[in-house]
């Protein structure tokens, strides 16, 4: 009869106290028998080196007693009323049932998600940042509707392709009330939005050889400013009245 290399009968790691050792066959070799001193199971079986090394302390029923701790606490606007274990992504997970501030009962979350901080409402407070954008937001650093994000990736581009950028944020929201919110070359409505993909409004500068500053700008919708790219306000006006008289039919 085979015996183990290291017997631990007799001896208590954690809250599991060791009552014999088994063999469990050639993959798993001599497990120990253990009694959980914590919830009573006389009959868990573990790898001998995972409770001595006190990497497994209990039958498992510690894990459930730290998830069930948790019910009635607070984390953010999320007061936990219950915690399930249910099966997600081919394993078992904790979810926090909760109530939020806002009044929505039975918001359910992932009791990790609560309690490292990721999740702290049922999500009304995103929608209510969403509500408060612009200068109206606390963590707006723009002007009017011009994003400061906006404003300073346009000011790195330029230093980045060595234009000059002597003009300010309100200089430039100014020139385009002037320009009545209207695209100075197409006469198109063009706009600041939440995102650059909601935003149609683009500085142009009338000399390319010049930099950003007052009496060289312009407020155009951005696919004119890509279009018209390193060509004169000129040139690029005659090519368009050439491109309109040879498709004159069709537009």
Avoid at 193 to 222: F, P
Wanted: with cysteine; net charge positive; glycine share 10%.
């Amino acid at each position: 009869m085979k015996k183990p290399k290291t017997d631990i009968t007799g001896q208590t790691f954690g809250h599991l106290y060791v009552t014999g050792m088994e063999y469990g066959g050639t993959k798993k070799g001599f497990l120990a028998v253990c009694k959980c001193l914590k919830c009573g199971n006389e009959n868990v079986k573990k790898v001998p080196w995972d409770v001595k090394s006190g990497h497994v302390k209990s039958c498992g029923c510690i894990a459930k007693y730290k998830t069930k701790d948790i019910i009635g606490q607070k984390f953010g606007y999320l007061k936990v009323t219950n915690v399930v274990r249910e099966y997600k992504d081919k394993k078992y997970c904790y979810f926090a049932i909760c109530d939020c501030s806002c009044g929505k009962i039975g918001f359910k979350t992932l009791k990790t998600s609560l309690t490292r901080g990721a999740t702290t409402s049922c999500g009304c407070r995103r929608d209510q940042y969403e509500k408060i954008t612009g200068k109206n937001s606390k963590r707006f650093t723009g002007h009017e509707e011009i994003r400061g994000k906006t404003w300073s990736t346009l000011k790195r581009r330029s230093k980045r392709r060595g234009h000059a950028f002597n003009l300010t944020i309100e200089d430039a929201w100014k020139l385009y009330e002037k320009q009545d919110r209207k695209c100075a070359l197409t006469g198109l409505d063009i706009k600041f939005g939440k995102w650059d993909e909601e935003t149609t409004a683009s500085i142009d500068r009338l000399d390319i050889s010049k930099g950003y500053e007052i009496g060289n700008i312009q407020w155009v919708h951005k696919h004119v400013n890509i279009m018209r790219n390193v060509y004169t306000i000129d040139y690029f006006i005659h090519f368009c009245h050439l491109v309109a008289e040879k498709h004159d039919d069709t537009v």
